[in-house]
């Protein structure tokens, strides 16, 4: 009981202001608010000034009123105006905020009843809590591992929902450094409102030390872990070709299937090639060669393994650099102009078998 009165004492009515978005979009909101205003203050008055002025009065025969064309257009045409002006305003936002940068850092984040749980590129990770470098931009791929969850952050006016069976994402780029709440903001169970956590915004150097902290490999080098352990290996071969397609190069590559589609090999369509591979098969390919995965391996597991994937493909992905420090800077030109000759044989990144 007295914990949840601290608990609710400790957050404050009015956000603060931690990300350049969210100022943008508190200007749109007061002027959202300023409107409203004006309009209700217009109706009200109006409302109570003509039946003052056309009250009953004694003596007095009311007399009917025609429309007037030019009252009529200028109340349609001023307000269509400024609902444009809101339209257009509120379009740009939205539009900024479903288009991540290129060179957004990818950060993960899976939902679960009732935790976040976040997987950074290097290999770090941590439960309800995230931290991110100052005036960078993050991207939040987010999953969840049972039911509809909403991942907020009020401070930096980012949330969405996180629904189970596909990746969701957002982005933002934090301003002012600080220890800021992260929220559920979807009824989501029993313990709903214990599904919290902060977001540390750090500046760069405090950043680089707290993430250099970590032990273990990156995400990519559990995913290649978890890649032999499932046996994966044994057919998706890596320089020549298995029972399975090989996996080099393919990451954000047009992918042919035997249904004369052609899909995009992003992060949504690795995962359901890993958890339901007869969904999609590639051209050339037989069904029913590689098992279900669906409920053998958690949304981290599948992180890693599409970490692992995209680690394959060097230049197609500029983040996350974790998994490649020794890729040297000489050896990028080669591998860009091998790739686009023949992708299955580009072999300029030893570190990856
Ligand atoms: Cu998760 Cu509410």
């Not at 934090?174 to 709440?181: E, I, K, L, Q, S």
């Not at 969904?279 to 393994?305: H, R, Y």
Request: aromatic residues 10%; hydrophobic residues 45%.
């Amino acid at each position: 009981m007295w914990a949840s009165y601290h608990f609710l004492a400790d957050i404050p009515f009015v956000a603060p202001i931690a990300s350049k978005e969210a100022g943008e979009i508190d200007l749109l909101w007061w002027f959202l608010s300023a409107v409203s205003l004006v309009m209700t203050l217009l109706i009200f008055v109006g409302v109570i000034g003509f039946a003052f002025k056309y009250r009953k009065r004694p003596g007095v025969d009311p007399v009917p009123v025609h429309g007037s064309n030019v009252l009529e257009i200028t109340w349609s045409i001023i307000p269509f105006l400024v609902m444009l002006v809101m339209f257009w305003w509120g379009a740009q936002l939205f539009y900024a905020s479903q288009n991540p940068p290129k060179e957004a850092e990818e950060v993960f984040v899976v939902g679960k009843q009732w935790m976040w749980k976040v997987q950074y590129p290097d290999g770090n990770r941590e439960i309800n809590a995230l931290h991110v470098p100052i005036g960078k931009a993050v991207k939040l791929t987010m999953a969840s591992e049972d039911v509809i969850h909403s991942f907020s952050i009020p401070a930096l006016r980012v949330r969405h929902d996180v629904v189970p069976g596909h990746y969701d994402a957002i982005w933002f780029r934090a301003t002012v450094p600080g220890h800021y709440r992260i929220f559920c903001t979807e009824y989501c169970g029993d313990r709903h409102s214990q599904m919290i956590g902060f977001v540390d915004v750090l500046d760069q150097a405090s950043y680089n030390s707290w993430a250099s902290g970590g032990t273990g490999g990156s995400l990519a080098d559990q995913g290649k872990e978890l890649f032999t352990q499932n046996g994966c290996s044994t057919c998706h071969l890596i320089n020549e070709q298995g029972r399975c397609p090989i996996l080099k190069g393919i990451y954000n590559k047009p992918v042919e299937l035997t249904d004369g589609r052609t899909v995009i090999a992003d992060d949504a369509y690795l995962r359901e090639s890993i958890l339901q591979p007869n969904a999609k098969i590639v051209k050339g390919f037989d069904a029913n060669v590689m098992p279900n995965f669906q409920g053998q391996l958690s949304e981290e597991n599948v992180i890693q393994l599409i970490a692992y994937i995209k680690s394959l493909s060097p230049t197609a992905a500029p983040t996350p650099t974790g998994s490649q420090p020794a890729a040297g800077p000489a050896k990028k030109p080669k591998a860009v102009i091998k790739e686009a000759a023949a992708p299955a044989a580009a072999v300029a990144q030893p570190p990856q078998q």
